[in-house]
């Protein structure tokens, strides 16, 4: 059993998803392998036609050799018959597609070869043919980042950011021969993971685009607030979108919903007055007189959002409607029915993120698929729902969904999956220290010679508003067909289970969470399933700050492993983008240091950590910098306890570099094979190095 050294603790956060490769030799069905994983197609942003005749769709891939994944675009007939790829890769990745109204042509954003430089949108015709650019913006009118079309065909709905944003890459030591303008920041918020350093003329706002003339113009007048989640009304006339009009809109999480005329410099109008977020995805009730949105929280409890289904008055008259009231889930992606008297969303709940039916008169939620997996994506157009859905031994793939059964379209991954025999996730649930009813998911190795009781990988999610929930985990799988039996804890802060169970850890990290995943370690190894002489743990962000509490906590796991984590908040206020959290929710450090240094628990109580500890980062992460990582292993150095520092050049929160994701595993195989199951692994730095074009080692 998990014995405490002491009474407080834990934090995690999400894992950045992982995706595609190419040719397979042939071999006989066996359990997932690392090269297996890059051989996964990652099937996404689903599109039925304006008929529902046709479904688009992209299919990402990664080529390990080149060090690259790309992005395609296809095309499934809806009865499935029919699969066609409509984009190849040679002129560069593709995303955001979309039908014109009327049907005739396929659009797409890509940063492929044009008259143009840049990411653009581009059409071609359904039937077949050339894509041509549609869009030509130059560099300094701005970044198209999404774009809609009117009704009619004629324009196009542009999100557009402008103004200078410096990339923590543009500091690559490969550039410094050039001269690089120093950075002026006078912004509160001046920093965001991937985008980089934020300037004061940094904004992102709707443009509209006239298609024949290729004229742009901004659609509202002023240049202050940013504007996104721009739709059109049914007759083209209106244009609503998300935006806050708060005197400060960097020190809050305000944000509207606004109605403006579909034509240059207009005048928007406010629809809700929240005191709160409310955020899109917007959508118009088919009539035209409704507008379907999200509502969440107040900025005090940003990391501890549960959207609810709302709706409002498109002519401004009556308040805003919250629709769910009454049903304590997360809701997502809301699209109305033909007859504008439902609205098809997908929500999360208990392991599980399914679609559901929503009477948008009464609020009654009827849940459309009963099978356990996880939905990430879906649309309707005449009638017709296409849904991307996952399981625990399958990928995400294309299915058509009527009647509450799904019926496979897509078969994307259908000759990989023939060739792996997978483990399934099974559910189990725990008694907290409290009696608190604490659910999770243990996933058991499927090899022959596999005996209990198993060694145990306890993989902490991050967010901590996030769960582990059915669907396809490379995570699970590697871990699995190594012996281990991998286990997924639902702790309190995770969502899915009531904003109460959510905001629980509220100011108050690394306690709750501790007990509840001790609960269920103690659970597994009471059944026999778990060896606690051979048990490890880990976690990515929160789950990397939960894994620091836990190794703060006990001693009784092996080895551990935490990337892009922090074990003292404290030094993070002002380095990393959580700056409103920690005001509302921790307070000013100069008046709550009290607070500050028990939520920093792991470093300030570093000396009772004996658990041997690999600690991981990118060096352009502006989410959790790698600093936080750092601190912690400098800490264990320092008390002579095992530990080992990777820092991987240019890479974000989630690593975006097939050969660091590849490499990352394969020291996670390393660290927990010699801590865990007592192996003699060499624990090469360097396995990517390489002499005269071959690599020096060999990897599984």
């Known amino acids: 059993m998990i014995k405490a050294k002491c009474g407080l603790l834990l934090l995690s956060v999400a894992f950045a998803p992982l995706l595609p490769v190419t040719a397979q030799a042939a071999v006989k069905p066996h359990p997932l392998t690392l090269n297996d994983v890059f051989r996964v197609k990652a099937v996404s942003s689903p599109k039925v036609s304006p008929d529902g005749k046709w479904v688009l769709y992209t299919v990402r891939t990664t080529d390990l050799k080149k060090d690259k994944r790309t992005t395609t675009l296809w095309m499934v007939?809806?009865?499935?018959?029919?699969?066609?790829?409509?984009?190849?890769?040679?002129?560069?990745?593709?995303?955001?597609?979309?039908?014109?109204?009327?049907?005739?042509?396929?659009?797409?954003?890509?940063?492929?070869?044009?008259?143009?430089?840049?990411?653009?949108?581009?059409?071609?015709?359904?039937?077949?043919?050339?894509?041509?650019?549609?869009?030509?913006?130059?560099?300094?009118?701005?970044?198209?980042?999404?774009?809609?079309?009117?009704?009619?065909g004629k324009r196009l709905l542009l999100t557009v950011h402008v103004g200078r944003v410096v990339s923590a890459n543009a500091f690559d030591s490969a550039k410094l021969h050039k001269y690089i303008a120093p950075i002026v920041i006078t912004r509160y918020l001046f920093k965001q993971d991937i985008r980089g350093y934020i300037t004061a003329s940094s904004h992102t706002f709707l443009y509209l685009y006239d298609i024949a003339t290729g004229k742009m113009a901004k659609l509202t007048a002023g240049k202050k607030f940013d504007e996104k989640d721009g739709a059109w009304s049914p007759d083209?006339?209106?244009?609503?979108?998300?935006?806050?009009?708060?005197?400060?809109?960097?020190?809050?999480?305000?944000?509207?919903?606004?109605?403006?005329?579909?034509?240059?410099?207009?005048?928007?109008?406010?629809?809700?007055?929240?005191?709160?977020?409310?955020?899109?995805?917007?959508?118009?009730?088919?009539?035209?007189?409704?507008?379907?949105?999200?509502?969440?929280?107040?900025?005090?409890?940003?990391?501890?959002?549960?959207?609810?289904?709302?709706?409002?008055?498109?002519?401004?008259?009556?308040?805003?409607?919250?629709?769910?009231?009454?049903?304590d889930r997360p809701i997502h992606e809301p699209q109305w029915t033909p007859d504008g008297k439902h609205v098809i969303a997908l929500v999360t709940d208990n392991r599980n993120r399914y679609p559901a039916s929503i009477d948008v008169a009464t609020g009654a939620v009827t849940r459309l698929v009963k099978a356990e997996g996880s939905s990430w994506g879906h649309s309707g157009k005449a009638g017709h729902e296409a849904l991307l859905w996952t399981t625990d031994t399958s990928p995400s793939e294309l299915f058509a969904l009527s009647h509450g059964r799904l019926r496979q379209m897509t078969h994307q991954n259908a000759k990989l999956l023939r060739r792996l025999v997978l483990a399934k996730a099974d559910n189990m649930h725990a008694i907290s220290q409290d009696g608190t009813r604490v659910y999770g998911l243990i996933t058991l190795p499927d090899k022959a010679g596999a005996k209990k009781p198993y060694p145990l990988l306890l993989w902490i999610h991050g967010g901590p508003q996030g769960q582990d929930a059915h669907g396809f985990s490379a995570v699970r799988q590697l871990f699995a067909a190594r012996g281990y039996a991998v286990l997924n804890v639902n702790y309190r802060g995770s969502d899915g289970r009531g904003i109460a169970y959510q905001k629980a850890i509220w100011a108050h990290w690394g306690v709750d969470e501790v007990q509840d995943i001790e609960a269920c370690v103690n659970q597994v190894i009471r059944e026999g399933i778990v060896d606690p002489k051979r048990m490890g743990v880990?976690?990515?962000?929160?789950?990397?700050?939960?894994?620091?509490?836990?190794?703060?906590?006990?001693?009784?796991?092996?080895?551990?492993?935490?990337?892009?984590?922090?074990?003292?908040?404290?030094?993070?206020?002002?380095?990393?983008?959580?700056?409103?959290?920690?005001?509302?929710?921790?307070?000013?450090?100069?008046?709550?240091?009290?607070?500050?240094?028990?939520?920093?628990?792991?470093?300030?109580?570093?000396?009772?950590?004996?658990?041997?500890?690999?600690?991981?980062?990118?060096?352009?992460?502006?989410?959790v910098p790698v600093v936080g990582g750092e601190q912690m292993y400098e800490a264990l150095r320092t008390l002579?306890?095992?530990?080992?520092?990777?820092?991987?050049?240019?890479?974000?929160?989630?690593?975006?570099?097939?050969?660091?994701?590849?490499?990352?595993?394969?020291?996670?195989?390393?660290?927990?094979?010699?801590?865990v199951l007592g192996r003699h692994v060499a624990l090469s730095y360097r396995p990517w190095a390489k002499k005269k074009g071959k690599s020096k080692g060999k990897r599984s």
């Open 77 to 152: 007939s809806w009865n499935g018959k029919q699969n066609r790829q409509l984009t190849f890769g040679y002129d560069g990745s593709v995303s955001a597609p979309a039908w014109s109204p009327d049907g005739k042509y396929i659009s797409f954003l890509s940063g492929r070869k044009g008259a143009v430089k840049g990411k653009q949108v581009w059409v071609l015709p359904r039937r077949g043919g050339e894509a041509r650019q549609l869009t030509h913006l130059a560099k300094k009118q701005g970044t198209i980042q999404a774009y809609r079309w009117s009704p009619n």
């Open 640 to 675: 002579h306890v095992p530990a080992v520092l990777i820092v991987y050049p240019q890479q974000f929160h989630g690593f975006t570099r097939p050969t660091y994701i590849r490499d990352r595993y394969q020291y996670w195989f390393n660290w927990y094979g010699k801590w």
């Open 236 to 327: 083209g006339k209106e244009i609503a979108f998300i935006s806050n009009h708060t005197a400060e809109p960097e020190r809050n999480i305000n944000t509207d919903v606004f109605v403006a005329a579909a034509k240059a410099g207009s005048k928007p109008r406010r629809l809700t007055h929240y005191t709160g977020a409310d955020v899109g995805p917007l959508a118009w009730s088919p009539d035209g007189r409704e507008i379907a949105f999200l509502r969440g929280g107040h900025v005090k409890y940003w990391q501890y959002q549960e959207d609810r289904l709302a709706v409002v008055a498109a002519d401004g008259r009556g308040r805003a409607k919250v629709v769910t009231a009454a049903f």
């Open 538 to 623: 880990g976690g990515w962000s929160y789950g990397a700050m939960t894994t620091d509490y836990m190794i703060a906590h006990t001693n009784e796991f092996k080895a551990a492993s935490a990337g892009a984590g922090v074990g003292d908040p404290f030094m993070l206020y002002g380095v990393d983008e959580y700056v409103n959290q920690y005001n509302f929710e921790l307070g000013d450090p100069w008046t709550h240091e009290q607070r500050y240094i028990r939520i920093g628990y792991p470093f300030f109580h570093a000396n009772q950590i004996h658990t041997p500890t690999l600690f991981m980062g990118g060096t352009s992460d502006f989410n």
